[in-house]
């Protein structure tokens, strides 16, 4: 049975609200049902009114999940209710793991610095050792090297491929390739890699729980404050957005 879902909009963009989302994720791939999972969260919100080729790929995008902490407010004001945040990390995590419980599903990682991929890779192989891992990809190569990459996933076919390339770059890569592995679970998981294989840390779970993850991301990244810019940006753009929707109600 069909795990149902309900579709909602962020300034112009779908969010898909469910109740589980890798139990979905799941049975799309047990059909082989190509589907392209994004991350939304306030400044990729923002990123997409300034670039319409990244607007286009979320809006046909077959799953876009509540990833950030403005973006969950936003819904809980629209709709008075309590939405559950769906952090990227923690959906690519608990898919890996029913992926290896359910299916014999290849997997590949693609993104990062040199040997961060490979890296995260050992890190979940030690985790589930049961994991088909079908290859790994550093982010950082030549246009013949990415070439030879399309070419890799071509022949290999994974059913389940993460890219960290970061936003926007990452969703514009997945839909210009998406048609290697027609069949695949393609997810743009921004720095996960750098998490899985230790490079960096996340947030203690007291500031996630808080809504404060961006603050503690700001911390060991102080060269993003110009896009965290974006979160206030985002605020100020969804009161506004909704007063005009209420008012072309009325």
């Known amino acids: 049975m069909s795990i149902r879902y309900q579709v909602f909009s962020v300034l112009g963009l779908p969010i898909h609200l469910m109740t589980n989302y890798p139990n979905w994720l799941l049975e799309r791939l047990q059909q082989g049902k190509g589907t392209h999972v994004v991350t939304l969260n306030a400044e990729m919100t923002m990123q997409a009114e300034r670039n319409t080729s990244l607007a286009k790929v979320i809006q046909a995008a077959e799953l876009v999940i509540p990833d950030g902490a403005g973006v969950v407010l936003y819904l809980q004001l629209l709709l008075r209710q309590k939405i559950q945040r769906c952090p990227g990390i923690e959906l690519a995590e608990k898919l ?21 991929a490979a890296t995260a890779a050992e890190f979940w192989l030690s985790q589930l050792p049961k994991l088909r891992i079908a290859g790994t990809h550093s982010g950082y190569h030549s246009p013949e090297e990415e070439e030879k990459l399309r070419q890799t996933l071509s022949e290999l076919q994974p059913q389940v491929i993460f890219v960290g390339l970061g ?3 990452q969703e514009l890569w997945i839909a210009q390739n998406r048609h290697l592995c027609p069949q695949a679970i393609w997810i743009g998981v ?22 404060l993850e961006w603050l503690y991301r700001l911390y060991q990244e102080p060269w993003r404050w110009r896009r965290m810019l974006a979160l206030p940006e985002f605020a100020w753009k969804a009161v506004v957005y909704r007063l005009t929707a209420r008012g072309a109600i009325s």
């Open 96 to 116: 890996l793991r029913e992926v290896e419980r359910h299916t014999d599903a290849k997997v590949f990682f693609y993104g990062g610095a040199p040997k961060v």
């Open 167 to 169: 936003v926007p770059r």
């Open 190 to 211: 921004g720095g996960s890699f750098d998490i899985w294989s230790g490079t960096k840390s996340r947030a203690p779970a007291w500031l996630g729980d808080n809504n």
